[in-house]
């Protein structure tokens, strides 16, 4: 059974530019979360998507976009990038938002974003 | 959301056991702890989840005190492998909670 899945890997992008980075969720799971990662820092909250649908946001600006798939997969796309925008990229899947247990979110092992 | 304050970094031994402390003083009566473990270059994975008392798993155990205002991670004989940054986390159990995830406490492990 994979596990979350992220790609690409490595992106080296130039300020002002646009990316996209992909995400495919735990097999069984519908709801995908993306968390921004700098260096020496903690993950922080970008948004969630159920159902294709945004349900929560970050606090991050319009630039940051997303978009969930009928097959649960999701894409998140920055505008205009910034040098500030080099981080590690995390996806994260959980089950629904029933509230059972697993009461977990799985993460993948991220994509690594470079603004030159 | 209740903030946590945990140490920077800590050291420790193979085959000692290690012991991080989380402080979340406005800890909410909803709120639950969880426990993240992070190794460079991955997503971090879940760890341990608990409300009150003791919680033990086949990782670790998780102690929390009668005024929940702290938490102890414990890791029992720790390995090389267990070299990480541990997160402690406090809010709704939910698996689509939104995390709130501070800097971590960073255990490096020596031979």
């Known amino acids: 059974d994979a596990g979350v899945t992220q790609s690409p890997t490595h992106l080296i992008k130039t300020r002002g530019q646009q990316v996209t980075l992909r995400c495919s969720p735990k097999?069984?799971?519908?709801?995908v979360s993306w968390y921004q990662q700098a260096l020496g820092q903690g993950p922080q909250f970008i948004f969630q998507?159920?159902?294709?649908?945004?349900?929560q946001r970050g606090n991050f600006p319009d630039r940051f976009s997303g978009h969930q798939f009928p097959n649960y997969s999701s894409e998140l796309n920055v505008n205009a990038l910034l040098l500030g925008d080099s981080a590690l990229y995390l996806c994260?899947?959980?089950?629904?938002?029933?509230?059972?247990?697993?009461?977990?979110?799985?993460f993948g092992p991220g994509t690594r974003l470079t603004v030159t | 959301l209740a903030k946590t304050t945990q140490p920077i970094s800590m050291d420790s031994y193979e085959g000692q056991e290690v012991n991080i402390t989380c402080s979340h003083n406005?800890?909410?009566?909803?709120?639950?702890i969880t426990w993240y473990q992070q190794f460079p270059s991955q997503g971090p994975r879940f760890i341990i989840q608990?409300?009150?008392t003791k919680v033990t798993n086949e990782v670790a155990s998780l102690f929390i005190p009668a005024d929940r205002k702290s938490s102890t991670l414990s890791l029992p004989r720790v390995s090389l492998s267990d070299t990480a940054v541990y997160y402690c986390?406090?809010?709704?159990?939910?698996?689509?909670?939104?995390?709130?995830f501070g800097t971590g406490t960073l255990l490096a492990v020596q031979p």
């Open positions: 994260a899947s959980s089950a629904g938002l029933a509230g059972g247990p697993p009461y977990e979110q799985y």
């Open positions: 986390l406090v809010g709704d159990r939910g698996a689509t909670n939104k995390l709130i």
């Open positions: 406005n800890i909410a009566t909803n709120d639950y």
């Open positions: 608990g409300y009150k």
């Open positions: 998507y159920y159902e294709e649908e945004e349900r």
């Open positions: 097999s069984g799971h519908d709801t």
